[in-house]
């Protein structure tokens, strides 16, 4: 049987002293049958004659340049012009994790017939390659329970990122599964969306993917708009639901969404601002009083959604936590999550989970 063909799409902006590594780490895969298409959005620096270098060497590279836009317009560039029968995304700053990562995506969805293949990552930086974040998720029916989407889009959340993934492409055009255009958080909320077309899921134990943690990136910035692009990726994808004749479907992701976005927007504030705790609290406040956040919030508190995850400790966190919303306690939620941060809880929690 033909093996499939693999469209590896790699938005690219300002990031001329990673991209050679990056693409690098395509080259020098394995998998026989593989394009590699290079999306500049609009980059500034020495980017684009870069991409245009590689295109010229490589005639499995194609670039196209357009306008910035943003990484969800990108990775829509790439997907229309896609010939392959798999979709692989890759940040430009980061790298795919050694030369069969693709092969072992490729043979396990074409094993499966999976419309979406999930491997393991690890992190780097400066100060070294972390251990393998395991996914710790499963197939079959699994895939159609809460627990499953509490995991995979929140506790863990390899299910929300668009990298370090093997998407089907038909899969994602006969559902009009395009990346939204948020300033962030477009992969969760695209891979949202791909869930609620309730895909064929495969999973393999290995690591595929090198993220960067890259300090310059969006994800270490402090974000304005936090509180209403959080809302927004929360109300669309209700939208999405009611569409998609599914308004009562899948209304935990909506419910957890919301609630982690407390604990975010908090962190942020606690992080980026000097104000200090006062701050955070008035902050807080806006998230919660928000119509549509308060409604989920009380459902939480009442014991909606939680009964169906795993761990039990989950379930006590987030009904507290969400009472103390609801009763418009966010002077106390601001001082635990403070104090969370003072002991370094998060840090270690994220150590123990890439075992730098």
Not at 42 to 67: E, F, M, N, W
Not at 231 to 255: C, N, W
Not at 268 to 287: C, D, H, N, P, W
Not at 322 to 328: A, P
Request: hydrophobic share 40%; charged share 20%.
């Amino acid at each position: 049987m033909k093996q499939p063909k693999i469209s590896v799409i790699i938005p690219v902006f300002n990031t001329e002293k990673y991209l050679k590594k990056c693409i690098n780490s395509v080259l020098i895969q394995d998998y026989p049958d593989m394009e590699i298409l290079l999306v500049d959005d609009g980059s500034t620096d020495k980017s684009p004659s870069l991409c245009d270098r590689y295109a010229k060497k490589y005639p499995q590279i194609s670039v196209v340049h357009q306008t910035n836009l943003g990484l969800g317009a990108a990775r829509n560039t790439g997907l229309a012009l896609a010939k392959g029968d798999y979709l692989l995304f890759v940040d430009s700053d980061d790298c795919l994790d050694g030369p069969y990562a693709v092969s072992r995506l490729a043979q396990k969805a074409r094993k499966t017939n999976a419309d979406i293949t999930v491997g393991c990552f690890r992190r780097f930086s400066r100060q070294g390659l972390s251990g393998v974040n395991r996914h710790h998720l499963r197939e079959g029916a699994y895939t159609l329970t809460a627990d499953f989407r509490f995991k995979g889009f929140f506790m863990y959340g390899h299910l929300a990122y668009n990298w370090g993934k093997l998407y089907r492409k038909d899969f994602l055009l006969q559902n009009n599964l395009l990346c939204p255009a948020y300033p962030f958080m477009q992969d969760k909320a695209h891979n949202m969306a791909c869930y609620a077309c309730e895909p064929v899921y495969a999973f393999i134990d290995e690591s595929v993917y090198l993220y960067r943690i890259n300090k310059e990136s969006t994800s270490f910035q402090y974000k304005e708009s936090f509180q209403s692009v959080w809302i927004s990726v929360a109300e669309d994808f209700q939208g999405f639901l009611t569409k998609r004749h599914l308004p009562e479907a899948y209304k935990d992701m909506i419910a957890f969404h919301l609630f982690f976005g407390a604990f975010f927007l908090t962190k942020q504030e606690l992080l980026f601002q000097k104000r200090g705790i006062m701050a955070s609290v008035q902050k807080l406040t806006s998230y919660g009083e928000n119509p549509f956040v308060k409604k989920y919030m009380r459902l939480l508190s009442q014991g909606s959604f939680v009964q169906e995850i795993q761990p039990f400790s989950w379930k006590i966190v987030i009904r507290a936590a969400s009472f103390l919303m609801v009763k418009q306690g966010y002077f106390f939620l601001v001082l635990g999550i403070a104090a969370l941060r003072f002991f370094q809880v998060d840090q270690h929690i994220t150590k123990t989970r890439y075992k730098f």
